[in-house]
């Protein structure tokens, strides 16, 4: 675990103030953060263009709720067995390539694999399954899925010392929502937004051959029904010293599930919230500098909610493989 920090990368107080400025808003004008963060424009393009070639920047992206197209999620761990790397790659390679895969993701502890699916058939997708296990069953031990229902998305407010309390209530909520009515000029626009969140509208006018009057008008709309949840930045986090845990938690008295949430949602290093049916009755996700912190925050709820908690399991990001909010059909 500790091969991370050989990586690490030391940022200062401005570079910091500048990731959560993208992270709350990546669309926003850099004039705009500027003011924010105490810097010229110039200046705050500069350190972007530095953070971009350091790694720690990877890209802009939108928070699409695809729940509000039509799509359902489905989720499902996988451990392996009888692998080698080669076989661990091509299995990784499989799913990233497939178009329905909006996240996947490499694990150590209970997991190796875990990979996130837009679906809009169950008989499609059981279709798909079938074909997968005839080339790789032999090397699944165990397969878990789950249905994901919804994710409360909160902002890194770890990055600042002193971040701004009421940005840990301005997060992204996809999920339990109805479906909307779009069009295809709302799917293609969605799907360039979703690799590039700062892609300025003349740009996405020109190619979808448009006018910027008419594209505005789109972006908003998609705002205002909540297909677009909000512009984040994709940051390498690990350089920066941090790693991904996700604590999956059942409990002895389910009725206290929302208690724990109210309480732990203040943590800055709270990341998302996952809702599913499936896997544990609470399932939290952190950005965390080791596993001992980790272990703090379960003894800090345990005590707090005694005898609440029936047990808990752990596991930590890897390498993340692929994130991608639109589906590519």
């Known amino acids: 675990m500790n091969t991370m920090y050989n990586f690490m990368i030391k940022i200062d107080l401005k570079d910091r103030k500048i990731l959560y400025q993208l992270d709350i808003d990546s669309r926003q004008p850099l004039s705009t953060i500027g003011k924010k963060v105490g810097l010229p424009k110039t200046v705050v393009a500069y350190r972007i263009n530095k953070l971009k070639e350091k790694g720690i920047i990877k ?71 079938k074909k997968t296990l005839k080339k790789f069953r032999y090397y699944f031990q165990e397969q878990v899925f789950s249905l994901y229902v919804m994710l409360y998305l909160y ?40 690799e590039n969140a700062r892609m300025p509208v003349t740009k996405i006018a020109k190619n979808l051959n448009s006018t910027v009057t008419v594209i505005n008008y789109r972006i908003k709309k998609l705002m205002r029904l909540g297909v677009i949840q909000g512009f984040r930045v994709n940051y390498d986090f690990s ?70 908690v029936k047990n808990y399991r752990y596991i930590y990001a890897v390498k993340v493989h692929k994130m991608h909010y639109m589906p590519e059909e």
């Open 59 to 129: 890209s802009f992206y939108t928070v699409i709720d695809a729940f509000k197209l039509g799509y359902t999620s489905l989720r499902f761990y996988l451990t392996y067995q009888y692998t080698t790397p080669e076989i661990e790659k091509e299995i990784v390679d499989y799913f990233k390539k497939n178009k329905h895969t909006w996240w996947l993701g490499t694990f150590e502890g209970r997991f190796d694999l875990a990979v996130i699916m837009w679906v809009k058939d169950l008989n499609d997708f059981y279709s798909f399954w």
């Open 155 to 194: 902002r890194y407010s770890y990055l600042l010392e002193d971040y701004v309390e009421s940005d840990r209530t301005k997060f992204e909520i996809t999920g339990g929502g109805k479906k909307v009515k779009t069009d295809d000029l709302d799917f293609h626009i969605l799907k360039l937004m979703a």
């Open 239 to 308: 350089k920066l010293g941090y790693q991904w845990f996700k604590l999956d938690i059942d409990l002895k008295e389910y009725e206290k599930k929302e208690q724990i949430i109210d309480y732990i949602k203040s943590n800055p290093h709270l990341i998302i919230i996952d809702e599913s049916a499936g896997v544990s009755d609470l399932e939290l996700e952190f950005h965390l500098e080791s596993l001992n912190k980790l272990h703090d925050i379960m003894e800090d709820i345990i005590a707090k909610f005694p005898n609440v």
